[in-house]
């Protein structure tokens, strides 16, 4: 028997077979989405999107997942309200509840709210990025993502590549992606990966073209440039030289390899235009995958039983 | 192509290779061909012949720290005339530091510094890029990029980087090229104003001081920080008892910490301030006698690494002013072998443990294939009579500047010749 899928606050707490179901789940619900089929999974439901931190596609994304599943969003964008007057992340959550949401899904900048969130809310709580801790449908997108392409991730060789230090999509991607069988290399100057890589349970070198030729799938990440990170990176010039993925480097890898970017790209930095364009990206499919991971998420924690009954039923309307 | 050469009849000490014979060494090509008993190689086989008797034999010495001036200072030095008297001391490979105009801290003026070393140098010459750029200690300089274009090192020398992040992350960044940090370790905002060793004497002359617990506290750091990343560090021009002692249990923990020693600091005390003679100015200043005496210790037993000259050329403009408005520093290129040679005549170091710190120590430093004559291997020698006295007078100073408190002074140890490459530079 599958563990229950309460919250989803990070991607460590799910274990394979919670994974599985959710990818399941996404696969399932592939055909509606491409025909434009609303699931009513979420019919009357109401989700809250609790944004913290500014958020375009992943807000959209949740929003539009939303929808699909025939429920409603709000978004709340706390920036620009109550925080500013003061009020606690708990009591502007709690008030939030009050006014009878089915689920939060929350964006902040600091690590660990959504599980601050998840203990005091009685309702779900779905993390939609915390600081640099996890972001864990983003994972789940990637991990759908590679399966879609290369039919399993088991066994798989994963390269990620560039700020893995500040970056919750790498944290999360290496929890789903190692529960599912992969082998994992981060890669990017030693200024932008953690003190011990190892201790994350994965590889690492400094070099890039150490790792390539071995690569089954690259996923590239973001570089902030801004001049307030110079202490960690000299230039765009040198990062792109040494880190950045170009037809060059490309050259290296096998002919299946794959590359994904989590988005937004700085083009000619971390990825060159005709890498990030060419035929191995899967970048504009993990953007539709993400709307089916995060439909299977919402579905799973705020309609359990309505999901496992439409499952039953073979996917027909409910 | 160079003619073959045969260097006869020295005393060949190679710590290397554990080495200390009399014998012969024949070059050809460039390259040692073979090293064997006096006698043993036939003269037939070399065009040109080198009397070593009465002399040491010695892989060509290795100077980590240089300051070369160009581009942009070429007033107290250029490029051509700091690597004459780099081989007119007996040296066949030099790393110059970084603080020209511009500052080496971009593959550009690194390439520069290459490519015009490559033109007029007659020895080889490793440019040592900037940690942070134009010394500033506020952004990484492109490491990477220097590196690639043939900088063996980073450093701030002169400029020590104050931001314990910053140095932490160029520790870590360094990594990634495989070249270690150089820190001038002194802690400049305690540094102050100072222009002397710290004590009764910067008191009783009137002269602002520049305690020792100023490089102690930034050696602390360097090892600390390099605790933290296991980036090699080295300690430029360690001065200090205590700075010895953090070295000590570093080198004790494993971790990757180097230091070398200058000429002058193992061999001056700040007594010699006294007249306010600023060819005694440096930094770190000269110390107390006691911190001497721990420096040649750490040096004959190995805690200190090896020696380099720090060699500094100023102009007449830069040095001859007021004590506290001077420049830091002295040449030290000529001087630098029978200054320490002294210690060896003195029963301080032993002959092979000096060679050692000017040989394969500084080649293993900065991951050179020199200081060794390995045969096969490119031919890069240094012959020296130990005992020859001559004056060091302003007629022989091939630098071109001319600040060095030796001037004038006799001094024991002579070079003979320098080779670079199979080729005789210097006579």
Known sequence: MMRKLQHLVAAADLDAAQIGYLLGVARTFSPYVQRGETIPLLQGKTVVNLFFENSTRTRTSFEVATRRLGGATTNFAASTSSVQKGETLVDTARNIVAMGPHCIVVRHASAGSPSILARALTIPVVNAGDGFHEHPTQALLDAYTIQETLKSVEGKRIVIFGDIAHSRVARSNIHILKKLGASIAVCGPPTLLPPKPDALGVDHAYRLEELLPDADVVMALRVQLERQNRMQIPSANEYARFWGLDREKAKLLKKDAIILHPGPINRGVELDTEVADGPRSVILHQVFNGVLVRMAVLAAVCNPEGLAEWLDRGGHRV | ?427
Not at chain 2, 270 to 293: S, W
Not at chain 2, 295 to 321: C, F, M, N, Y
């Open chain 2, 1 to 427: 192509m160079s003619e073959a050469l045969l260097i006869q009849g020295g005393r060949i000490i190679d710590p290397s290779r554990d080495l200390d014979v009399p014998g012969d060494v024949l070059v050809e090509n460039g390259r040692i061909s073979a090293i064997d008993a006096p006698g043993k190689i036939p003269a037939s086989r070399a065009a040109r012949l080198l009397d070593a008797r009465g002399a040491w034999v010695l892989p060509g010495l290795l100077d980590i720290h240089v300051h070369l001036r160009e581009p942009g200072l070429e007033y107290k030095e250029t490029i051509e005339t700091g690597t004459r008297a780099a081989v007119a001391g007996g040296f066949t490979s030099v790393a110059c530091m970084a603080n020209t105009q511009p500052v080496n801290d971009t593959p550009y003026v690194t390439a520069f510094i290459r490519e015009k070393a490559k033109a007029v140098a007659p020895c080889r010459v490793f440019p040592v890029g900037a940690v942070t750029k134009g010394l500033k200690g506020e952004e990484l300089a492109e490491i990477g990029g220097m590196v690639a274009e043939g900088a063996k090192a980073i450093s701030d020398d002169g400029m020590p980087v104050m931001n314990s992040y910053l140095m932490r992350k160029a520790m870590d960044y360094a990594k990634a090229f495989g070249v270690p940090i150089i820190s001038h370790a002194e802690d400049a905002c305690l540094v102050g104003q100072g222009v002397m060793n710290e004590g009764p004497l910067s008191n009783e002359l009137g002269l602002r001081g520049n305690p020792a617990a100023a490089e102690e506290i930034l050696v602390a750091r360097e090892i600390a920080l390099c605790r933290l990343t296991r980036c090699p560090v080295h300690i430029a021009h360690i001065s200090t008892a205590l700075a010895l002692e953090h070295l000590r249990r570093a080198k004790e923990e494993g971790l990757p910490v180097t230091a070398e020693a200058s000429p002058h600091h193992l061999t001056l005390t700040e007594e010699c301030i006294r007249h306010y003679d600023t060819h005694y100015k440096m930094a770190p200043p000269l110390r107390g006698e006691r911190d001497v005496e721990a420096l040649r210790d750490a040096l004959a037993s190995g805690l200190v690494d090896l020696i380099a000259t720090d060699h500094a050329p100023h102009g007449e403009i830069d040095k001859r002013v007021e004590f506290d408005q001077a420049a830091n520093g002295i040449i030290g290129l000529q001087t630098a072998v029978p200054v320490t040679l002294e210690l060896v005549h003195q029963g301080v170091l032993s002959a092979r443990r000096w060679v050692e710190s000017l040989t394969s120590a500084p080649a293993r430093l900065l991951g050179l294939p020199y200081g060794t004559l390995q045969p096969g291997r490119e031919a890069d020698i240094t012959v020296l009579d130990p005992e020859q006295s001559w004056i060091f007078s302003e007629d022989r100073v091939v630098s071109k500047s001319r600040n060095s408190p030796y001037l004038g002074a006799r001094l024991r140890g002579r070079i003979k010749a320098t080779v670079v490459a199979g080729k005789i530079v210097y006579e």
